[in-house]
């Protein structure tokens, strides 16, 4: 089983509009960070949260963090089309495990 | 500062034969970890290596090796390939040990005929 778990599994929206991905993980964590995959090539970082931590910013990202539900999210505001992407999450303390990964689609 | 490197990008071998792939972290970064990507399984990790020692390990078979070396450059090896080997095979580097922030190489493209 997966240690952090991407949910949905497909989002597709608009241009302009706001994507949420959610993210849930097992264990006690350090960390979790998310990333962003186009087309299969590397996981390019966007942020990463620390457990004592509950929300950060990075530009038009907004990750929230809550360790009691064992859950994270991934909120991109005023969505563009470059940010079709599959987005994933990575959780854990020594080492981090990943789901499958969110695929977002906005469409133009 | 240069981002991960992995050499080569792309691959294409026959069942039974090994591969070697390499990865170059980020300069000043000691820990190498690496991973598998399948369509099927996502990223699951194989292991990661600090200061020359493997420190943490994934659940693939012994047929799955690392080293890293004293300039901190990791490579990872495959023998007695299976179709199964066919991914992404991605590295990550980070200043520490352990799950601090990674960052990611582009991946190699291995496929397994």
């Known amino acids: 089983s997966q240690q952090g778990e991407e949910d949905p599994q497909a989002l597709s929206i608009q241009e302009g509009e706001n994507a949420t991905m959610n993210c849930s993980y097992k264990?006690?964590?350090?960390?979790l960070q998310w990333y962003r995959q186009n087309s299969g090539r590397g996981l390019v970082h966007l942020i990463l949260?620390?457990?004592?931590?509950r929300e950060k910013h990075s530009g038009r990202l907004r990750v929230t963090l809550d360790t009691s539900k064992k859950s994270s999210s991934l909120l991109i505001t005023a969505s563009r089309a470059a940010d079709t992407a599959s987005y994933f999450c990575?959780?854990?303390?020594?080492?981090?495990?990943f789901g499958t990964g969110t695929r977002l689609k906005v469409l133009a | 500062k240069a981002g991960v490197t992995q050499t080569p990008r792309y691959l294409i071998k026959t069942r039974g034969q090994q591969v070697t792939l390499s990865c170059s972290p980020i300069?000043?970064?000691?820990?190498v970890s690496w991973y598998q990507q399948t369509p099927g399984q996502g990223l699951q990790f194989l292991f990661e290596?600090?200061?020359?020692?493997?420190?943490n390990k994934g659940n693939f078979p012994g047929r799955f090796s690392g080293r890293q070396f004293s300039n901190s450059r990791s490579e990872m090896n495959v023998s007695t390939l299976e179709l199964g080997d066919s991914a992404l095979y991605l590295c990550?580097?980070?200043?520490?040990?352990?799950?601090?922030?990674?960052?990611f190489g582009p991946g190699t493209r291995l496929t397994v005929l």
């Open positions: 990550a580097s980070s200043e520490g040990q352990g799950a601090g922030e990674q960052f």
């Open positions: 264990t006690s964590i350090n960390n």
């Open positions: 949260i620390r457990s004592n931590e």
């Open positions: 990575g959780a854990g303390t020594y080492k981090y495990i």
């Open positions: 300069s000043g970064h000691r820990s």
């Open positions: 290596y600090f200061s020359e020692t493997q420190r």
